[in-house]
């Protein structure tokens, strides 16, 4: 009988050792920090590195990384309806790309009266309710192109602008900016087209930039504001057989439009920095959270690549980060 007691005792210890433990776990999980990182889409290559540098920020701090966006880039009603879902589940904080400068601004509201900080990245929100906005500089970048047309077209022609997306406030920026760029460094440039979009993907591109081509088939120098509109008319521009022989800057880098630049197709990329942009959009919001000071704006950079300087290192680094 004093066996069966001391062996009761024994049970009974060891279930309140596993009770505290428990509890522990419970309150390990309650403390985990939760970052939800929501891209304008998940498609493109630039998303994919936007991601990869969220993920290594996350590793690096011990914060769990909850990617999720819509998966093309025109689905505002499906970024709204992933925003509200991780309000709903009370993420630490939320890291955004809104697709729409504006229809994005009543979700991010309701976030960050629940507590819940905001950071805003690669493009812009039409308002100041956030806590911290990490982006290229857009409108350099679109200025950048236009410097580079210049070049290329030495100051003179005929040239079309393809944009990306109305709504869109990077692409926008990016647009005016090379519109302003234009004035400034090539005045004599006539503008034949400026008013057309691309659209979300990049066969929506490819019908937009052949139509194009054949309405105005005295073009000689084309501006692409984003990946998939670049590689549109890209394609449509070697269905044509006019690669290489109009002038065409576009915006962001894939392995697709690298090569096109090394084979003369294309003439210049303005290229962002999206690892950079993940990382330090998760790294600002890990601070807030923490109650550390962060910086209202952070510009992760923009660099003109060109035939002649791609092969540099320092571009190397750019185009090619060491992702693992």
């Not at 070049?151 to 647009?175: C, F, H, N, P």
Request: proline share 3%; charged share 20%.
């Amino acid at each position: 009988m004093k066996n069966v007691f001391l062996l009761l005792m024994l049970l009974a210890m060891l279930s309140c050792g596993g009770n505290n433990d428990t509890s522990k776990n419970n309150e390990n999980q309650a403390q985990e920090i939760q970052i939800a990182v929501i891209p304008k889409g998940t498609t493109h290559a630039f998303w994919k590195s936007v991601q990869a540098g969220a993920e290594k920020a996350g590793q690096e701090l011990g914060v769990k990384i909850l990617w999720q966006g819509p998966q093309k880039e025109d689905d505002r009603q499906m970024q709204i309806q992933v925003v509200q879902n991780f309000i709903s589940r009370g993420v630490s904080a939320i890291v955004l790309a809104p697709l729409d400068s504006r229809s994005l601004v009543p979700p991010v509201q309701t976030a960050m009266k629940k507590n819940i900080p905001v950071v805003i990245f690669d493009s812009g929100l039409a308002s100041e309710d956030y806590s911290s906005f990490v982006a290229t500089d857009n409108k350099m970048g679109g200025k950048l192109c236009a410097q580079r047309m210049a070049e290329v077209m030495q100051g003179k022609g005929k040239i079309i602008v393809l944009r990306y997306s109305e709504g869109s406030a990077s692409t926008l920026d990016r647009e005016a900016g090379f519109l302003e760029g234009i004035k400034e460094f090539a005045p004599n440039i006539e503008i034949l087209s400026d008013n057309q979009y691309a659209g979300a993907t990049r066969e929506e591109a490819f019908q937009t930039s052949q139509n194009l081509l054949n309405r105005f088939k005295e073009v000689e120098g084309i501006f692409a504001s984003n990946e998939s509109a670049t590689f549109g008319m890209l394609r449509a521009l070697e269905t044509s057989g006019k690669a290489g022989k109009v002038k065409f800057v576009g915006f962001d880098v894939t392995q697709e439009l690298l090569n096109a630049l090394s084979k003369g197709k294309i003439h210049g990329l303005s290229v962002q920095n999206p690892f950079n942009m993940g990382y330090e959009g998760v790294k600002a919001a890990v601070a807030v959270i923490k109650k550390q000071n962060v910086e209202k704006r952070i510009d992760t950079g923009v660099t003109m690549v060109t035939p002649e300087n791609l092969s540099s290192a320092e571009v190397q680094a750019l185009v090619k980060p060491q992702i693992q």
